[in-house]
């Protein structure tokens, strides 16, 4: 795989704010909690610096927009995006269908890690 631009970058970060307003509108809409935005905005800032150019591509991509929104929402402390339905998510979030199929994934593959809390 390619090794990570500048113009890589630049356009993660761009995705990773788009991530971030969808993050805070789920958890907004769902738990109220101002407070928790800015551990979505630390986290996104932590995941990008640390990220730099000449890294596999694979690797950055690797942590999808999914794993941050799933990220912040169990710090919040709410499962009740795993009841909502898949329809209702994408309308609320504007999430299209490839992230939301990278959200049902990481969803399932925490429920597999930690078992089912719902």
């Known amino acids: 795989m390619a090794d990570v631009t500048q113009e890589d970058l630049r356009q993660l970060r761009a995705e990773l704010r788009q991530v971030r307003d969808v993050a805070e509108g789920i958890l907004l809409a769902l ?3 101002k407070a928790t935005m800015w551990r979505i905005e630390a986290k996104v800032q932590r995941w990008v610096d ?8 694979d690797e950055i991509v690797g942590h999808s927009a999914a794993h941050l929104i799933w990220d912040e ?11 909502l339905k898949r329809e209702d998510v994408a309308a609320l979030s504007g999430i299209g269908p490839v992230k939301m ?4 994934a990481a969803l399932a593959a925490e429920d597999a890690a930690w078992g089912d809390m719902a």
């Open 31 to 33: 738990v109220g909690e």
């Open 50 to 57: 640390a990220r730099t150019v000449g890294q596999p591509l």
């Open 73 to 83: 929402y169990e710090v919040a402390g709410a499962r009740a995006l795993r009841r």
């Open 101 to 104: 199929d990278k959200l049902d």
